[in-house]
Each structure stands twice: as structure tokens, then as C-alpha cells.
């Protein structure tokens, strides 16, 4: 080490000295003053070893709020400062004309688990509008995009911002021209088939379950548990539905009703969506939310059945539906020799990990660095210690 890094040899030669003189102090300390100093020179010894005691608590208090700091500082910069999607390299090339060139790109951006969050919410896995904006972002800068693939398993979530990525992505094709379809793995449900409405073909795996179309509110009343209980509520509101659905609440046909027409209104632009993307009447879809199993009541279906009810548009394995996205580029003629296939993922937790380990080895080597140029500052200045 000393041959390879001299000033961390001279450090170490420095703190070994420091040591060794300390042990001597402390064995002057114990031994009888008379054999071998006045009792004058014992006491500038002692005290000595105090404030050089003291010097050394404070110095590793200051270099742990610095590194606390700094590591701090280091995880802060990584999780504010970059997008939430994680870009990987082409996850698949299938190959497109022998006489082509260039590479088409497919982003391939999943839909999992709830759907929430808003534009301007934080940033992370569950904000799932803001990841599709940054994801629908970062994929129109691709010169060569072909277009997008919804990768969709997702039991659904907020209406909301079910919608919202929904008209994203319906803005995202009228701007850009570029085709949006989407696959369905194992399984897509309510506010996950709402998004899927945005693009013009839906394949789903012969296994998967597509459906629930609808949307869902549950409350749950424990109200006759406080009257066995012998709890008392005492509300003071404005208006009588203000407390409507409250948890202590007697249930009344006044907030049911209140709350079934805002349902009523949610259920129907979905019903609009899944009308204009799937080619089926509006009055028929209405009609239909009335009778338990049909398209509209909630009910989900096997994706044989969902195709034969015209919720989706083929059965097929993800390599089949991906040689069909690239059977269809052959057909228009393109001018492309390959098709990439990328994945704009969450950022995974793994990588978040390996982003805040890079950052907290590289704050705890630039204060090491920074320290050790003190101390060798204060040896160049008191050579005697």
C-alpha cells in the first residue's frame, strides 16, 4: 500500500507514532511519579491526554454529520433528479428485410399493479400517470420509434387516473401518428382495459382473463358494531350528505342514491371509451351494465371469450404477437432491416440500491480524502507531534 498510495503510508506511519506515544503517556501515567517525574510534569502529561481525547471525539463527531450529510446529499441527488423509467437495452431484435437498414424501435411499456397518482404527484412505482408521461416522453425522442406496446397486468385502480393515462395516450397517437397496441399477459382488469382502449389492437395470451369493465365503490358500515359497542357519533355538517357513507353512520337511500349517480357518471365515460374502441353501440354497452355476466356488469372473461364478445382482438403467445407487429411493418413495405424491441420500465429497486451505493461510496470517498487533507495539513504544520 505504501508503494502504491505514499500519502495513505505516511498517514498510517503517522497514526501508528500517535499510538505508540499514547501508550507510553499511559504507562508514564501508572507508574509511581517519583521514579520518573515531578508531579508538575505528571499533570501537563494528563491533561495533554485529554484534549488530545477530546480533539478525537470531536473530529469523528464532525466526519459522521459529514458523511451522514453527504450520503444524505448523494441519495437525494439520485431518487430527484432522474426520470422514473429505467430504459433497458433492445430486450429483442427480430429481423425485418434483408434489403433494409436502420432499426425499427418498439417501446414496450408495461401497466402493472394499481393504477394512481397524477402528473404532478411524486415520482415512483405507484404514479402511474406521471411514469406514463415520462415514459410516452422519452420514447417520442426515438427517431425511428414504430410505435407503442402496452404491456398490461394490472387488476386496475383509480378511475381518475385510469382516464388520465388514457387520454395521454390518445393524445400521444393524434400527435405522432404512431400505433399504440397492447398485450395481455395473464390478466387485465377495470381501470387496466380502460388504458387498453387507447390502442387500436388488443391481444391477450389464451390464458389470460381480460374484463370487469366498470367501476367499484365499497364501504364498509359499523355502525350496528357502536350500538353493541355502546359507541355514540356526533357529527356536526353543513348539508346532509356531507358525512354520507360515514363509518358510524346509519346507511340511508339518500347516500346511496347520492353516491350511484357519481358512479353512474364515472361508468359512462368508460362505457364512451370502450365504445370508440371497440366498435360497439354506447346505448348497447348502458344496456348491458344492467345484466349480471355481460360485457359491462363487472363480470371478466378467458380471453377466447373476450374475443368472441369483441373485448380484444386475438389470442396469442408474446412471441407470436410480436412476429405479427413485425410481419405487419413487412407489409407496408419498410425500409428497416431489424425491429428493436425495448423496455421502458420502473425503475427497478435494485437499481435504485445500486444508484445509492454508487452515491454513498463516492460521498464517503470524497470526505475520507477531504479529512485526510487535514490531517496531513495539521502534521505539516506541528511536525513535533
Known amino acids: 500500500m505504501k508503494k502504491w498510495i505514499p500519502w495513505i503510508g505516511r498517514v498510517l506511519d503517522w497514526r501508528d507514532k500517535k499510538r505508540k506515544n499514547d501508550i507510553e503517556m499511559k504507562a508514564v501515567l501508572a507508574a509511581r511519579p517519583s521514579e520518573y517525574m515531578t508531579h508538575e510534569r505528571l499533570e501537563r502529561i494528563e491533561h495533554a491526554l485529554l484534549e488530545r481525547e477530546e480533539r478525537s471525539l470531536w473530529r ?22 432522474e426520470a422514473p423509467v429505467s430504459v433497458k437495452d433492445s430486450w429483442k431484435t427480430l429481423p425485418v428485410s434483408e434489403k433494409g437498414s436502420g432499426t425499427a424501435h418498439f417501446a414496450i411499456i408495461p401497466v402493472r399493479d394499481a393504477i394512481d397518482g397524477d402528473i404532478h404527484g411524486p415520482e415512483g412505482p405507484t404514479n402511474t400517470v406521471r411514469y406514463m408521461a415520462d415514459a410516452l416522453e422519452r420514447a417520442q425522442k426515438e427517431k425511428n420509434l414504430a410505435g407503442i406496446i402496452l404491456y398490461v397486468e394490472s387488476g386496475g385502480g383509480s378511475a381518475a387516473s385510469s382516464a388520465q393515462v388514457y387520454e395521454m395516450l390518445k393524445t400521444f397517437h393524434a400527435k405522432t401518428g404512431k400505433p399504440i397496441v397492447a398485450y395481455v399477459p395473464r ?3 377495470s381501470g387496466a382495459y380502460y388504458i387498453m382502449c387507447a390502442a387500436s389492437n388488443i391481444t391477450a395470451h389464451p390464458s389470460a382473463l381480460v374484463g370487469s369493465i366498470g367501476v367499484i365503490m365499497r364501504n364498509s358500515s359499523k355502525y350496528r358494531l357502536g350500538q353493541w359497542v355502546g359507541i355514540d357519533d356526533t357529527t ?16 340511508n337511500k339518500d347516500d346511496r342514491r347520492f353516491e350511484q349517480a357519481n358512479i353512474d357518471v364515472l361508468a359512462d365515460l368508460f362505457y364512451h371509451a370502450v365504445s370508440q374502441a371497440r366498435g360497439i353501440p354506447f ?10 355476466g355481460s360485457r359491462t356488469s363487472g363480470a371478466w372473461f378467458a380471453a377466447a371469450i373476450a374475443k368472441e364478445s369483441q373485448l380484444i382482438d386475438a389470442t396469442q403467445t408474446y412471441d407470436e404477437f410480436l412476429a405479427a407487429l413485425v410481419d405487419e411493418l413487412r407489409t407496408k ?30 460521498s464517503v470517498i470524497t470526505a475520507f480524502r477531504s479529512e485526510l487533507k487535514g490531517v496531513l495539513g495539521a502534521r505539516a504544520e506541528h511536525p513535533d507531534q
Open 60 to 81: 469523528r463527531f464532525r466526519a459522521f454529520a459529514l458523511y451522514s450529510l453527504l450520503i444524505f446529499a448523494g441519495f437525494y441527488w439520485f431518487t430527484m433528479s
Open 187 to 189: 390478466f387485465a382488469y
Open 236 to 251: 356536526v355538517k353543513s348539508g346532509p350528505s356531507k358525512d354520507a357513507f360515514g363509518e358510524w353512520k346509519k346507511p
Open 283 to 292: 346505448e348497447t354497452l348502458k344496456r348491458e351494465s344492467k345484466r349480471p
Open 333 to 362: 413495405g419498410s425500409k428497416y432491416a431489424e425491429a428493436e424491441f425495448v423496455l421502458y420500465d420502473h425503475k427497478a429497486p435494485k437499481e435504485i440500491m445500486h444508484g445509492f451505493v454508487g452515491a454513498f461510496v463516492h
